[in-house]
């Protein structure tokens, strides 16, 4: 098989530098594994590293800086049959941390390529994670505040089982590589090189210091029997296979006709427990029933049984491309923590819009005309007031009518309990309004 590097891009480093060693080797592990460039996928990151993708004849991804993992991430499981060997230097490394640690953890069929060299080299020889504590690097006494990275062994604590020390300069480097490549799994290998351009310049680092540093290290190859398990993606699929099928959305039916026409917006200001999110659906599947589109946007803070709840929705016979509103026809006022949240917007409100609001609910001023509802002499509770509240528009036909609430509520709660007390609440207040 032919070698796969492109010869209209050849590989340009400075001279000495320890990638282009790397690019040869990965070139040698694909030949021998006789894999065609359709086959591969090379995802890179920024960095002198991030040329690996134009030298080869493959396919290719260069991302953001530290980014890289994602996007193989999302390749191998969509392509599974794709060899996917990412690149990343030891800035990338620092920078994409957390993405290398959940590659780690989740054992997908990745090969990582660290070139680690223990600096920026393409932006002007800063410390990164790996640089030794008392090298002298461009960003001054920084890499002296700060331990080093050991990837190795971080990335075998949390979960890659196959890592590897390598010299950029041993002689089985492409066998190593292709090792790694082989493996089904994740597989990570922290290929250490000399950075001529760069760290050179100010430390006395050589072929031979490399191979010393690595065999002072202790060994880390027992993580492939300790975080031994399934590749995730042969896992996943595996998992997947077995659930049952996800049922398709239930359509609804559009049988009825809406009382108004054009674009009815509508917002409910209300408080936690009061339903609010259920009303504003039940006026969303209304409005489907009489054949229009419709949104809906919720606001409430991550407490989520105290404070606001807003739900704001848009009906419309024609397709909604935006879904802001700041002038409703219609606010259904019913909790303070609501009102205060859209003060703005009720001071706002033009005349012909309707404020229908609890009783002793504090307004701002508006020139929207307010109707008040006593929920408690309709011996209404607290979390059926949203309910109510489109009763009662339904019994006006404003916005939606009582034959599209009678559909909606069908069509969320089907059947039971839940189904018949609503019917009876809304025949109640219809009756009494």
């Known amino acids: 098989m032919d070698s796969l590097l492109n010869t209209n891009r050849p590989p340009v480093f400075c001279p000495g530098c320890a990638h282009d060693k790397v690019v040869h080797s990965l070139d040698r592990a694909f030949v021998h594994m006789e894999l065609p460039g359709e086959d591969i996928a090379i995802v890179t990151d920024i960095g002198c590293s991030g040329l690996f993708d134009t030298f080869f004849r493959t396919h290719a991804l260069h991302g953001l800086h530290g980014r890289a993992l994602t996007y193989a991430t999302g390749l191998k499981l969509a392509r599974p049959e794709l060899t996917v060997v990412v690149t990343m230097g030891d800035g990338g490394l620092g920078i994409g941390g957390a993405h290398v640690l959940s590659a780690c953890r989740r054992n997908l069929d990745l090969t990582l390529l660290v070139l680690n060299n223990f600096n920026y080299g393409m932006t002007g020889g800063q410390c990164s994670t790996t640089t030794p504590t008392e090298a002298v690097v461009g960003s001054g006494f920084l890499n002296r505040l700060e331990k080093p990275l050991e990837i190795c062994e971080v990335a075998g604590a949390a979960g ?6 390598l010299s950029t300069y041993q002689k089985d480097l492409a066998e190593r590589i292709e090792e790694a490549i082989r493996f089904e799994g ?27 540093e690595l065999e002072r290290l202790p060994d880390v190859t027992h993580f492939a029997e300790q975080n031994k398990r399934p590749e995730y993606g042969s896992h996943y699929r595996r998992e997947a296979g077995e659930l049952q099928e996800v049922k398709k959305p239930v359509r609804v039916e559009a049988t009825l006709a809406p009382p108004e026409s054009g674009r009815q917006e509508v917002v409910i200001l209300g408080s936690a427990g009061q339903r609010i999110v259920t009303a504003g659906e039940l006026l969303g599947l209304a409005g489907m029933s009489a054949d229009l589109f419709a949104t809906q946007k919720n606001d409430y803070p991550i407490t989520v ?3 606001h709840s807003i739900s704001e929705l848009v009906l419309s016979s024609e397709e909604i491309g935006y879904t802001g509103l700041d002038r409703p026809s219609v606010i259904i006022a019913l909790g303070p923590e609501g009102v205060a949240r859209r003060k703005g917007m009720l001071q706002e409100l033009p005349g012909q819009s309707l404020v229908l609001a609890a009783k002793g609910l504090e307004l701002p001023k508006t020139e929207a005309r307010i109707r008040e509802v006593d929920f408690k002499a309709l011996q209404v509770k607290s979390q059926d007031f949203a309910l109510a509240s489109l009763a009662l528009l339904a019994g006006q036909n404003r916005v939606l009518s009582k034959d599209m609430l009678t559909a909606a509520l069908s069509q969320r709660f089907k059947k039971g309990k839940a189904l018949e007390s609503s019917l009876d609440l809304v025949e109640r207040v219809l009756a009494s309004s």
């Open 186 to 212: 994740f597989s990570l290998l922290d290929i250490r090189g000399l950075c001529p351009g760069r760290y050179t310049k100010r430390n006395k680092q050589t072929p031979r210091d490399i191979q010393a």
């Open 305 to 307: 049984m105290k404070g």
């Open 160 to 165: 890659a089982p196959f890592v590897r020390r």
